[in-house]
């Protein structure tokens, strides 16, 4: 089954920094989502990308699609203590979400 | 108005012994998702309702595992004769359609001991 791939596995910066998470998937999707976790439990919805589109903004959040590459990314700009968590993505093609194994984000003070 | 609601939050059980898993999704949502996000298998997807249709069970790890979802709504997830393996932390999401954002809820989290 087709799966997303982040990487890097994790990533620790200072605070005020910004941070780039990638993600590579396999094959065609409807669309790709962002996901947030902390503590092992609930997933907070990010973005959702659609496949014709490239690029999407929230707030601190940007996220491209280059789907000729089956790749995406999640920028954090002026990162902040409570970003600290594990993020994913997560493709949509038929059934269900199938999501990478994350990237886990340390944002020191 | 509330989000996805999911009970137990936490689920100690004896191994071999059946438990039942609830999902209250956001009214209005008209499919639901179940997942299990186990150490080691990240998130992986159980099993899909959408609507009044037959669920699309192509993601359940054994025929230990069965859900329902009653008058569209509310879905149960039961696994039965319960082993060691089956510790994880259940989600639930519900969306508005496939292909939408999917909205999770906190999870069950399940000890099998």
């Keep these: 089954s087709q799966q997303g791939e982040e990487d890097p596995q994790a990533l620790s910066i200072q605070e005020g920094e910004n941070a780039t998470m990638n993600c590579s998937y396999k094959t065609s999707i409807n669309n790709l989502q962002w996901y947030r976790q902390n503590s092992g439990r609930g997933l907070v919805h990010l973005i959702l990308i659609r496949s014709n589109e490239r690029e999407k903004h929230s707030g601190r959040l940007r996220v491209t699609l280059d789907t000729s590459k089956k790749s995406s990314s999640l920028l954090i700009t002026a990162s902040r203590a409570a970003d600290t968590a594990s993020y994913f993505c997560a493709t949509d093609w038929a059934d269900g979400l199938t999501f990478g194994k994350g990237t886990h984000l340390i944002i020191q003070p | ?113």
Aim: glycine residues 12%; aromatic residues 8%.
């Design chain 2, 1 to 113: 108005g509330a989000g996805v609601s999911q009970s137990p939050s936490n689920k100690v059980t004896e191994k071999g012994k059946d438990v039942e898993l609830r999902c209250d999704p956001i009214s209005g949502h008209t499919a639901l998702y179940w997942y299990r996000q186990s150490l080691g298998q990240g998130l992986e997807f159980l099993i899909y309702f959408q609507g009044n249709s037959a669920p699309d069970k192509s993601g359940l790890p054994s025929d230990r595992f069965s859900a329902e979802r009653t008058g569209g709504s509310v879905s149960t997830l039961t696994i039965q004769r319960t082993q060691q393996e089956d510790s994880a932390v259940y989600l639930c999401a519900s969306t508005i359609g496939r292909g939408e954002t999917q909205y999770f809820g906190p999870g069950t989290r399940l000890l099998v001991l």
